[in-house]
Structure formats: structure tokens, C-alpha cells
């Protein structure tokens, strides 16, 4: 049986480090490791650096036609063990929801949420007993962020979409992960809209993608729903489980003004 890891968004960021990490054996022995993303010349880029095969798919997750190319690609492997599905591309925009547009809302969408659902769907075919899904949401997904409403609203989906699914998989030994880091210091911020946004909603800080990477690596390994890297995000997990959720959204909007004023 041929085991196999695929990562979305594998071409830089935390993408790429799943990749990094898998291939370092982290989580567990892989026969091959299958890396999407919209760069040919990048994802070779990645390829060249695994010790492990890889297989490259340059796709755009926001076209329908992609989802066939891997479901295709996995009937072609009468043996595969889909080991790992690590859902990583994603993107988001800052600023008001009007301001964004049409492309960018809707681009949100097909990407942070569809293109989930659509991998999950073609690759749960070939998984078994021990198998694991990671889905990247974010610490966006805990409290509705105004300035980000569809990408907090689009990781909410992930988060509530994962746990939902683990609860149906888990009876088989097959689990999704929902990873919630603060935001890292990777392409994700490279052009993320109104600046005065970015510098409101990051008042939190960064963290590092190995750092988070093989946290959720070991989360998924343990069969957990979620995973909420970052200790201080823990305690704002907590505070949006027992808190009115506009006192939350009040609170940080108070501490993003601060913080922001502070940095000018």
C-alpha cells in the first residue's frame, strides 16, 4: 500500500512546512508526498528539497476542474493510502466588506471553505484506519472580526465543518484536525488590503509556522478536534465559550485601537 501525505498552499508558508516536517517523518512513515499549489516553478522548488518522492500538481483550488485532476490522480494508485490530507491555501483580505469586492469576498469563500470541503470529499475515498486530516483555520474563527468578516466568517466555517466531521469519521480511526494560529509571518500578509486593518487585527502578534506546524502535527497524531497553538489564544478560546460573543468582539476592538495607536 502506497502512503501518501497531500498539502495544499505547498509552496511557501505553513504549506510549505507541512511539507518540510512530513518529510522529516513526523508524522510517521510516507511513501509519497503530493504537493498543490498555483506555482510550477515553486512547487518544483519544494520537491527538489524532500528526500522523500514527490509528486507536483500546479492547480488553482478555486477552479472546479482542479478537485478531478486529484480524484484521477488517486484512481490511478489502486494501492494508495491517503495518510495525511493537509488542507493549507488560503488567503485573506483586510478591511471593510464593502471595500473588498466582489473577486475578493467570493475568492475567500471558494478557497478557505470549498476548496476544503472538496478535498476532504475526494480523498476520504482513500483513506483508512489511522489516517489524518489537518484543516487551517485560524484564531479569526473564534470571535467574528469585523475589518475581516469573510475570512473569520470563512475559518468559522472550517473549524465548525472539522469537528463535525471528525465526530462522523472518528468511529473508523480516521480524524480531522482544526489548527487556529494567530497570524504568521508568511506570503499571507504580502498584499492583505487596507493597511490600518492589518495593523489593528495583528496587535496580537505572530507565531512561527514550524512552531505551529508541528503542533498540529502532534494534535492530529492524538486525535484531537482542535488545536489552538499559541497559550494566549487559549485563554481568548475560553473567554469565546463563556463570554457574550459582542463583549469579546468589544474587548478586542478596544485593544486593537490601543495597540494600533501605540505603534503609530
Given at each position: 500500500m502506497?502512503?501518501?501525505?497531500?498539502?495544499?498552499?505547498?509552496?511557501?508558508?505553513?504549506?510549505?512546512?507541512?511539507?518540510?516536517?512530513?518529510d522529516?517523518?513526523?508524522?510517521?512513515?510516507?511513501?509519497?508526498?503530493?504537493?498543490?499549489?498555483?506555482?510550477?516553478?515553486?512547487?518544483?522548488?519544494?520537491?527538489?528539497?524532500?528526500?522523500?518522492?514527490?509528486?507536483?500538481?500546479?492547480?488553482?483550488?478555486?477552479?472546479?476542474?482542479?478537485?478531478?485532476?486529484?480524484?484521477?490522480?488517486l484512481?490511478?494508485?489502486p494501492?494508495?493510502?491517503?495518510?495525511?490530507?493537509?488542507?493549507?491555501?488560503?488567503?485573506?483580505?483586510?478591511?471593510?466588506?464593502?471595500?473588498?469586492?466582489?473577486?475578493?469576498?467570493?475568492?475567500?469563500?471558494?478557497?478557505?471553505?470549498?476548496?476544503?470541503?472538496?478535498?476532504?470529499?475526494?480523498?476520504?475515498?482513500?483513506?483508512?484506519?489511522?489516517?489524518?486530516?489537518?484543516?487551517?483555520?485560524?484564531?479569526?474563527?473564534?470571535?467574528?472580526?469585523?475589518?475581516?468578516?469573510?475570512?473569520?466568517?470563512?475559518?468559522?466555517?472550517?473549524?465548525d465543518?472539522?469537528?463535525?466531521?471528525?465526530?462522523?469519521?472518528?468511529?473508523?480511526?480516521?480524524?480531522?484536525?482544526?489548527?487556529?494560529?494567530?497570524?504568521?509571518?508568511?506570503?499571507?500578509?504580502?498584499?492583505?488590503?487596507?493597511?490600518?486593518?492589518v495593523?489593528?487585527?495583528?496587535?496580537?502578534?505572530?507565531?512561527?509556522?514550524?512552531?505551529?506546524?508541528?503542533?498540529?502535527?502532534?494534535?492530529?497524531?492524538?486525535?484531537?478536534?482542535?488545536?489552538?497553538?499559541?497559550?494566549?489564544?487559549?485563554?481568548?478560546?475560553?473567554?469565546?465559550?463563556?463570554?457574550?460573543?459582542?463583549?469579546?468582539?468589544?474587548?478586542?476592538?478596544?485593544?486593537?485601537?490601543?495597540?494600533?495607536?501605540?505603534?503609530?
Open positions: 502506497k502512503s501518501i501525505a497531500i498539502v495544499t498552499g505547498a509552496s511557501s508558508g505553513a504549506g510549505r512546512e507541512f511539507v518540510r516536517q512530513l522529516a517523518g513526523i508524522g510517521g512513515p510516507i511513501s509519497e508526498i503530493w504537493v498543490i499549489a498555483r506555482r510550477q516553478d515553486r512547487l518544483d522548488e519544494v520537491a527538489a528539497s524532500c528526500t522523500t518522492p514527490v509528486r507536483t500538481f500546479a492547480l488553482d483550488l478555486t477552479d472546479p476542474a482542479s478537485f478531478d485532476v486529484v480524484s484521477e490522480a484512481e490511478a494508485e494501492s494508495a493510502n491517503v495518510q495525511w490530507l493537509v488542507n493549507s491555501a488560503g488567503f485573506g483580505k483586510f478591511g471593510e466588506f464593502g471595500t473588498i469586492g466582489e473577486r475578493g469576498n467570493a475568492g475567500m469563500v471558494r478557497l478557505n471553505c470549498l476548496a476544503v470541503v472538496e478535498m476532504c470529499y475526494r480523498c476520504i475515498l482513500y483513506m483508512h484506519a489511522g489516517s489524518r486530516i489537518i484543516n487551517m483555520a485560524s484564531v479569526a474563527a473564534l470571535v467574528p472580526q469585523p475589518e475581516l468578516t469573510v475570512y473569520s466568517a470563512s475559518k468559522r466555517f472550517v473549524l465543518f472539522s469537528r463535525a466531521l471528525d465526530a462522523e469519521m472518528g468511529g473508523v480511526g480516521i480524524h480531522v484536525t482544526a489548527v487556529c494560529p494567530k497570524f504568521m509571518d508568511t506570503e499571507f500578509l504580502s498584499k492583505p488590503g487596507d493597511p490600518e486593518a495593523k489593528h487585527m495583528t496587535f496580537i502578534g505572530f507565531e512561527k509556522p514550524a512552531n505551529v506546524v508541528g503542533t498540529a502535527i502532534r494534535s492530529a497524531i492524538r486525535g484531537r478536534s482542535m488545536c489552538v497553538p499559541s497559550p494566549d489564544m487559549k485563554v481568548v478560546h475560553v473567554a469565546s465559550k463563556v463570554l457574550p460573543t459582542r463583549f469579546v468582539m468589544a474587548a478586542e476592538r478596544v485593544l486593537g485601537d490601543w495597540a494600533s495607536r501605540d505603534l503609530t
